[in-house]
């Protein structure tokens, strides 16, 4: 399975950006999809994934409201919307893979990555 993020950029406080996530390599329906990013100095966290709850989506509470996950089975490529984005927001972004429908947002459960795709959010 291939991921290939993109869509980062330099975006004002409270500004929106939209990711994708080209995935190839595979069955889409059977895959997790996960977004993930690392800020500097800090642990990676996973922010949001589709058909990863039993098949729902998830949302970590720091993006709840604000980041909308969804997917498009035709082009095989999950899009993170990211509206009212926050300094706090800037990180290295990347999406991932499961084979588990129940992966969460759990990194470990993910076995395969994209490279990832900056996003900078700066007044």
């Known amino acids: 399975v291939q991921l290939q993020a993109s869509g980062g950029g330099l975006v004002k406080i409270g500004g929106s950006l939209t990711l994708s996530c080209q995935v190839s390599g595979s069955t889409f329906d059977e895959h997790a999809i996960g977004w993930f990013r690392q800020a500097p100095g800090k642990e990676r966290e996973g922010i949001a994934c589709?058909?990863?709850?039993?098949?729902?989506?998830d949302y970590d509470n720091s993006v709840k409201g604000r980041f909308t996950i969804s997917r498009d089975t035709v082009k095989k490529t999950v899009y993170l919307q990211m509206d009212n984005l926050k300094s706090e927001d800037t990180a290295i972004y990347y999406c991932?893979?499961?084979?588990?429908?129940?992966?969460?947002?759990?990194?470990?459960?993910?076995?395969?990555w994209g490279q990832g795709t900056q996003v900078t959010v700066s007044s």
């Open positions: 589709i058909n990863c709850n039993d098949g729902k989506p």
């Open positions: 991932a893979a499961s084979w588990s429908n129940s992966a969460w947002l759990v990194g470990s459960l993910y076995e395969f």
